[in-house]
């Protein structure tokens, strides 16, 4: 609810506390000894204009608008696990080498995932945070790695491997608009550095998915009440095309802002943790002189609670 308030009423608020506080002070002792006819008409009076100022001041001035309250996630990541996942000797050195780029302590803590929590990563890639995650969650819950069957090519068999030391990780081969998962059955969704491929067609195939806007809602559906969705990206500069994707595989933020909320979601946080105003946008993210160094934005949804289907 918009929230107004008017200048010149404070300006009366003031006055009446100086100039009546002591008036009405006053009254309070020597009304001990009985009301004075007076002294009552004072009061009234003193009532009058400062209800005639409140009104004028609002005739005179345009309501402002209150700020929104700020939104913010009630969770907190759990550190010390965090900790051991990320210095885990067990981690590959070629990831370790490019913690300092991809900044995964800072990327988990604004994820603030629960070690129980059962998660979607969407795009798990070649599996740099697969690896993270499945140390960080419980060996009780599950890590779905998913990656589209178009991408089995250039992957090779990087997914297998990572997971030969992964417990509670399973694949997920399927496309980000028919996830092969159950209503409501993951606590959290990521999407590292993916969106944009939405509009991305490889070489000599199909594109990824036949209508964009069937994806958001995809991962809705597979999330419960209350479960959050992460997304991460490399960023478009302001009012570039969604086709942008599939030519500079980078994504104006307010797309992905419009369709988590025409899917249902509510945008509940963001971080420029990620931030690189050095970083040309009109540049292909594999153009050596901005690779791994890209501007990117980072946006946290949550479907809300009790939300239908």
Not at 42 to 67: F, H, I, K, W
Not at 121 to 134: D, P
Not at 287 to 304: H, I, N, S, W, Y
Request: with cysteine.
């Amino acid at each position: 609810m918009t929230q107004a308030f008017s200048l010149p009423v404070f300006h009366c608020l003031e006055r009446r506390e100086g100039v009546f506080g002591e008036e009405l002070a006053n009254r309070a002792e020597d009304d001990k000894e009985g009301p004075d006819p007076m002294r009552i008409l004072t009061g009234l009076s003193a009532l009058v204009l400062l209800s005639a100022c409140a009104t004028q001041a609002d005739r005179d001035l345009p309501d402002v608008e209150a700020p929104p309250p700020p939104m913010v996630s009630g969770e907190r990541v759990d550190a010390a696990r965090l900790n051991a996942a990320i210095t885990s000797p067990e981690r590959p050195d070629t990831d370790v080498e490019r913690d300092e780029l991809r900044q995964p302590a800072a990327v988990m803590e604004f994820m603030a995932l629960q070690p129980g929590d059962t998660v979607l990563e969407l795009e798990a890639g070649g599996g740099y945070f697969t690896e993270i995650l499945s140390r960080y969650l419980t060996a009780e819950t599950t890590l779905y790695m998913q990656n589209p069957a178009a991408f089995d090519g250039f992957l090779g068999d990087a997914a297998e491997m990572r997971m030969e030391s992964l417990e509670n990780v399973e694949y997920v081969r399927s496309d980000f608009d028919n996830i092969p998962l159950p209503d409501e059955s993951v606590d959290a969704a990521t999407w590292i550095q993916g969106p944009h491929e939405l509009w991305y067609t490889p070489e000599n195939g199909e594109p990824l998915v036949s209508n964009p806007d069937d994806s958001f809602p995809e991962i809705y559906r597979v999330l419960k009440p209350g479960g959050t969705f992460i997304v991460l990206d490399h960023t478009a500069p302001e009012g570039a095309p969604a086709t942008t994707g599939g030519d500079t595989h980078r994504i104006d933020p307010q797309i992905v802002r419009d369709l988590g909320r025409e899917a249902g979601f509510v945008l509940v946080s963001e971080s420029d943790i990620l931030d690189n105003p050095g970083d040309d946008l009109n540049a292909s993210v594999f153009d050596e002189a901005v690779r791994g160094r890209t501007d990117q934005f980072l946006m946290k949804f949550e479907k809300p609670a009790g939300a239908p289907q």
